[in-house]
């Protein structure tokens, strides 16, 4: 098939290859990827608009490398926004990428732009989270264990005064994420959620775990807590993921967690729509929520002194 032109937001794109396959077991291709991101983006865009994006590209599809992208293209269009953002270690200056538009999903769509992680701040506060992220990395394929963990995070966040937000990550866990009020930095929202994590990993240790390494789990669920970092990412709600079936990140309600049909790759870019004809975004009113880093602080020095 020859080059297909689409019209977004007035923007005119170009995609080369449009029936490229990029998911070899279900035909999925470019073409599919742009429709399903022009598609979702009145969804997404919200959870995108602001924040510096990491792409990950996969050009021959998934079953060949991909490629993980900061710094914006020189070929990239004038009218794709981005943001140059200092960064710390002598790497210097890096342009980030932001969607602000469907033009722009559709755009990096176009490029084999199958997944987007998103930071945690904004490029106005860049060293200042608005989110903090814990991400349930289970033992093995049995997923009720990663289910417990987000109850047990959850509700410690409740118990804390925040409002905890969960959702499916596309590839093996869950996410949950708490809004927050722009004021700290990252070492010091990272700081609490290192002793979030200690606070529920001596409650439940023998079901979860801090350790980093893998030798040292033992069989126990990893709470992540490392993205939590200046120029960290978390995978963008709605974004696909480049595994089988092409899973997408999906918001959830709490009582979601329960449903047993529920796992990290139970919504697909084939069956997303469907649920979203049936449900509103549960993330949309997530920054009414925003919290104090300090708010937490103060019940975990409670819970530590107990």
């Given at each position: ?10 923007k ?11 998911f ?18 009145p ?46 270690g ?25 997944t ?77 959620c290192?002793?979030?994590a ?17 030798n ?64 509103d ?22 819970w530590e002194?107990?």
């Amino acid at each position: 098939m020859s080059d297909r032109t689409l019209t977004v937001d007035g923007k005119t794109i170009t995609l080369s290859h449009p029936d490229k396959v990029l998911f070899p077991e279900h035909g999925l291709s470019k073409s599919d990827l742009a429709d399903y991101y022009q598609r979702v983006a009145p969804m997404m865009l919200p959870h995108l608009r602001g924040r510096p994006l990491t792409l990950h590209r996969f050009p021959d599809g998934i079953g060949a490398h991909g490629f993980y992208q900061q710094n914006r293209s020189d070929y990239f269009p004038d009218w794709l926004p981005a943001a140059s953002i200092d960064h710390p270690g002598g790497t210097g200056a890096v342009t980030h990428i932001l969607c602000e538009r469907a033009a722009d999903l559709v755009y990096l769509a176009s490029q084999a732009t199958l997944t987007l992680h998103a930071w945690l701040s904004r490029v106005d506060r860049p060293h200042r989270p608005d989110q903090l992220v814990l991400d349930l990395d289970p033992p093995g394929d049995d997923f009720e264990p990663v289910r417990r963990a987000a109850w047990q995070v959850g509700d410690a966040l409740r118990d804390a005064g925040l409002t905890p937000f969960v959702k499916t990550t596309g590839s093996r866990g869950l996410h949950v994420v708490a809004p927050l009020k722009p004021g700290a930095d990252f070492d010091r929202v990272r700081r609490a959620c290192r002793r979030l994590a200690d606070h529920l990993v001596a409650r439940h240790p023998d079901a979860l775990t801090a350790e980093q390494r893998k030798n040292k789990r033992h069989g126990r669920l990893y709470l992540d807590i490392m993205r939590n970092a200046f120029g960290q990412t978390a995978v963008a709600p709605y974004a696909v993921r480049a595994k089988p079936g092409a899973p997408v990140a999906t918001p959830l309600d709490w009582n979601e967690v329960n449903d047993a049909d529920i796992g990290p790759r139970r919504y697909r870019v084939d069956n997303l729509f469907r649920r979203l004809g049936q449900k509103d975004d549960p993330w949309a009113d997530m920054a009414h929520h925003a919290a104090d880093i300090g708010t937490l602080e103060t019940a975990l020095r409670a819970w530590e002194r107990d």
